[in-house]
Each structure stands twice: as C-alpha cells, then as structure tokens.
Nanobody
Framework: QVQLVESGGGLVQAGGSLRLSCRASGSMFNPNVMAWYRQAPGKEREWVAILTRGGSTTYKESVKGRFTISRDNAKNTVYLQMNSLRPEDTAVYYC??????????WGQGTQVTVSS
C-alpha cells in the first residue's frame, strides 16, 4: 500500500516562495507519472505540473516560469518549487501518482495561502 504525504505548505506574501514535498512510503513506488494538483475554495481541482518517469515536465500555463516540479528518487520524494507566488495560487495542493489517468495514489493535501 503506497502512501503519499505532502508537506511544505504555509502562508507567504505575494512574490514569495515555497517548496512543497511529496514523500511516498510503503510499497515500492515508481509510477509513470507524478503530478501536482490544486483546489481553490469554490473551484474544481486542477492540475498544475506533471513529471514523467523519463523526466519530461508539463506545466499549467499560469505557473510556467514560476513553478518547477522535480524528483529525488533516493528519497522517494517529488517537489514543487513555487516562486513569485500570487494570491491566485492560494489553494490546497495535492500530489498524485500513477501509470495513467485517473491517478491511483493521492496525498491528503497541504494548504498554500498567498497574501496580497
């Protein structure tokens, strides 16, 4: 049984940075895709960034150039480095992983709040 645990969320001023972590524990976990999603109050969950096993990345247009997804295989951890944060980035951020949609494994989420 794989568990994904996010950390690193918090309150930050606009223009600031945060780094989210998603650590996988349990059974060996090496999915084809790891992703970060977010859900703002009153809105649907949306994908933010995707990282394939081969190292390819894809970003939501609004976070391109500001967010970076990466992975440390030795630590079984995926990161989301978020720079130049904006109030509209405020959301609960989730990591997910699997071999295709819908992703099989999800974390519990971590709150990111960006004040103006």
């Amino acid at each position: 049984q794989v568990q994904l645990v996010e950390s690193g969320g918090g309150l930050v001023q606009a223009g600031g940075s945060l780094r989210l972590s998603c650590r996988a524990s349990g059974s060996m976990f090496n999915p084809n895709v790891m992703a970060w999603y977010r859900q703002a109050p009153g809105k649907e969950r949306e994908w933010v960034a995707i990282l394939t096993r081969g190292g390819s990345t894809t970003y939501k247009e609004s976070v391109k150039g500001r967010f970076t997804i990466s992975r440390d295989n030795a630590k079984n951890t995926v990161y989301l480095q978020m720079n130049s944060l904006r109030p509209e980035d405020t959301a609960v951020y989730y990591c997910a992983g699997g071999n295709g949609l819908p992703y099989k494994n999800w974390g519990q989420g971590t709150q990111v709040t960006v004040s103006s």
